[in-house]
């Protein structure tokens, strides 16, 4: 049918999330010290992506928590802006040595809701 795989959406919103937060942050996570971890995500498919289609995926962080944040995205087509689909997840911040969830730092607190105007905490 010359669509992609809806097993594939999610590796486009991971791939995503990770360029959003590398850019905001201003470095790579460092996954051996903290790091955000996905604890829940859910799609919802609403057009399918053709194999030669251009796409996009837009991203934003709505809401802080202590220990987690929530993400939205949606997969866009380029050219007609026709959304395809729509992601919605919470992350957590994790400590690799304590092997548990740990408070956001303020440095991660403070970057993004310098990028991000319109948060709820």
Request: net charge negative; aromatic share 12%.
């Amino acid at each position: 049918m010359a669509h992609v795989n809806n097993s594939v959406y999610q590796n486009y919103f991971d791939m995503a999330r990770m360029h959003y937060f590398e850019e905001i942050f201003e470095q790579k996570m460092n996954w051996k010290e903290k790091a955000l971890v996905l604890a829940k995500i859910s799609i919802e498919y609403l057009n399918p992506i053709f194999l030669d289609e251009e796409i996009i995926v837009l991203s934003k962080v709505y809401k802080l928590g202590n220990k987690s944040l929530q993400m939205t995205q949606e997969i866009v087509n380029a050219t007609t802006n026709e959304i395809k689909a729509k992601n919605d997840a919470v992350l957590v911040a994790y400590e690799s040595k304590s092997n548990e969830s740990a408070p956001l730092s303020v440095d991660w607190r403070n970057k993004i809701v310098k990028f991000e105007k319109d948060l709820s905490f």
